[in-house]
């Protein structure tokens, strides 16, 4: 009899217990913020890591500003630049990179326009731009 209102009571302080403890409701808020600050543009993907001199074409520059990519791209709607893809960290390239905040260096890269050397077409989001297929995503 005592082992049933012991088990009693336990059963009823655990209800108030419960009933009493506020409700949580799960919240998501995604907020893209600022631009990541680096000198030769950034990567169109998160992290959005700096990408080294070379990864972008200069049609991806205006009077040596990044025109943006991913969310903070800024260029027209039916934009495609040239990149260099042996320059994408997502495929493999480990050498070195700026750092965010970093200034550029134009004058020591003063021959870009001619000395560019492109092998893939993406838009301003990250994608890879063909023939027939502008806007599609065709790296998966």
Same mark, same amino acid.
């Given at each position: 009899?005592?082992?049933?209102? &012991?088990?009693?009571? &336990? #059963?009823?302080?655990?209800?108030?217990?419960?009933?009493? /403890?506020?409700? /949580?409701?799960? @919240?998501?808020?995604? @907020?893209?913020?600022? #631009?990541?600050? +680096?000198?030769?543009?950034?990567?169109?993907?998160?992290?959005? @890591? +700096? #990408?080294?001199? *070379?990864?972008?074409?200069?049609?991806?520059? /205006?009077?040596?500003?990044?025109?943006?990519?991913?969310?903070?791209?800024? *260029?027209? $709607?039916?934009?495609? *630049?040239?990149?260099?893809?042996?320059?994408?960290?997502?495929? *493999?390239?480990?050498?070195?990179?700026?750092?965010?905040?970093? @200034?550029?260096?134009?004058?020591?890269?003063?021959?870009?326009?001619?000395?560019?050397?492109?092998?893939? $077409?993406?838009?301003?989001?990250?994608?890879?731009?063909?023939?027939?297929?502008?806007?599609?995503?065709?790296?998966?």
């Amino acid at each position: 009899m005592r082992l049933l209102k &012991l088990g009693s009571l &336990l #059963a009823i302080v655990g209800l108030l217990l419960f009933a009493g /403890s506020p409700s /949580s409701r799960a @919240q998501v808020a995604v @907020q893209i913020g600022p #631009a990541p600050v +680096c000198p030769y543009g950034y990567y169109a993907v998160p992290p959005y @890591q +700096c #990408a080294p001199y *070379g990864y972008y074409g200069p049609e991806w520059f /205006s009077g040596g500003i990044f025109i943006g990519a991913g969310p903070w791209f800024h *260029g027209p $709607e039916n934009f495609h *630049g040239r990149i260099n893809n042996r320059y994408d960290i997502h495929r *493999g390239y480990h050498g070195a990179r700026p750092h965010r905040g970093e @200034q550029p260096d134009w004058n020591s890269h003063r021959n870009f326009q001619k000395s560019f050397r492109g092998n893939e $077409e993406r838009d301003g989001h990250g994608h890879t731009v063909s023939h027939g297929n502008r806007g599609h995503d065709d790296r998966h």
